[in-house]
């Protein structure tokens, strides 16, 4: 059973729906009921809008305490601000974040936000080519380079650069995607990037959980 975390924020319905998508015989459940997300297999925590109130909606629906403790037995994927509340703090707020991860989120600073003589917009929206920094299982199949979808104006910067398995470069390069031990998660909507990201989802439907 792969179960999407419900905690009333976050693209839930589509990254069921994706990875329904890819792995039919397996039984996907959006749930807010900590003893379904104990039971699960595999856990996935998505997340949109702003992360001071990904956080306050968290924390309201009680699953703080079991989000943290599936995070260290099981694989685990986080998306877009899934991926940030893994780490220490944003400054979107500020907030203090859920810190499995060493490190912090920051905007996008206004002096690199420029290419090519233009100046980029900020949030980044739209399709950006993902370049893997080291192998890893959920890159199994997806080329290194692939275009991948993004939508937002924060980004991680982890205190360990080990962490990061992606970057992408939008005025200057920064981590998109991380990965420790049971844990990969992604700064992209892989749910929202057609080939690519339905194989990265087909690749943690059957991942293992190891490195």
Not at 30 to 44: C, P, Y
Not at 104 to 116: K, Q, T
Not at 174 to 183: D, L, M, P, Q, V
Request: aromatic content about 8%.
């Amino acid at each position: 059973m792969i179960v999407v975390v419900d905690y009333g924020m976050g693209n839930l319905r589509s990254v069921a729906k994706a990875l329904a998508h890819v792995a039919p015989a397996t039984r996907v459940v959006v749930s807010a009921d900590a003893a379904t997300i104990r039971a699960a297999d595999r856990v996935v925590l998505p997340g949109q809008s702003a992360m001071p109130d990904c956080m306050a909606g968290l924390i309201a629906s009680g699953l703080v305490g079991v989000v943290r403790d599936v995070l260290s037995d099981r694989p685990f994927l986080g998306i877009c601000l899934g991926l940030q509340m893994l780490f220490e703090a944003s400054e979107e707020g500020p907030t203090s974040c859920l810190g499995a991860i060493a490190g912090r989120v920051v905007r996008f600073r206004d002096e690199a936000m420029m290419a090519g003589g233009e100046r980029l917009k900020v949030p980044h929206m739209g399709w950006s080519p993902v370049r893997q920094v080291r192998p890893h299982p959920l890159w199994a199949g997806v080329q290194d380079g692939a275009r991948f979808y993004f939508a937002h104006s924060f980004h991680p910067v982890p205190a360990d650069p080990a962490v990061t398995a992606a970057t992408v470069d939008y005025g200057a390069p920064f981590t998109c995607a991380i990965a420790r031990a049971n844990i990969f998660a992604t700064q992209f909507h892989p749910e929202k990037s057609q080939r690519a990201g339905l194989r990265l989802l087909a690749n943690f439907v059957t991942w293992d959980g190891c490195p």
